[in-house]
């Protein structure tokens, strides 16, 4: 039997990418892991969920135990970019977006 297989990001991919918060510069990583996507920098790191992917875009949830606070991520796969939301009921909101490299 003779299988033929195509090299894909959607296996296995790490996403690094920079972004300024408050003037600094800041690092947002996201390693593929399980259905999802996890932040290799940080432990224990919560899994943030794939809610939708297409060629274009992989669309991330991050699921909180209180739900105090809602992250949303959108991985550009194109542009190679990212965009986080954190939405804090009643408190100031934030976005984080930047370019990234792709492994």
Known sequence: ???????????????TCSYLFKGKQ??????????GFIDPTYKPSSVDLIIRENSEFIHL????????????????????????????????NIIIQGDCEIY
């Open 26 to 35: 800041k690092i947002f990583v996201r390693e593929r892991y399980k259905g």
């Open 1 to 15: 039997m003779f299988i033929i297989t195509y090299p894909s990001v959607s296996f296995s991919e790490t996403w």
């Open 61 to 92: 949830y991050l699921p909180q135990k209180h739900f105090k606070k809602y992250f949303a991520t959108i991985l550009h796969k194109e542009k190679k970019q990212f965009l986080m939301v954190a939405l804090n009921p009643f408190e100031k």
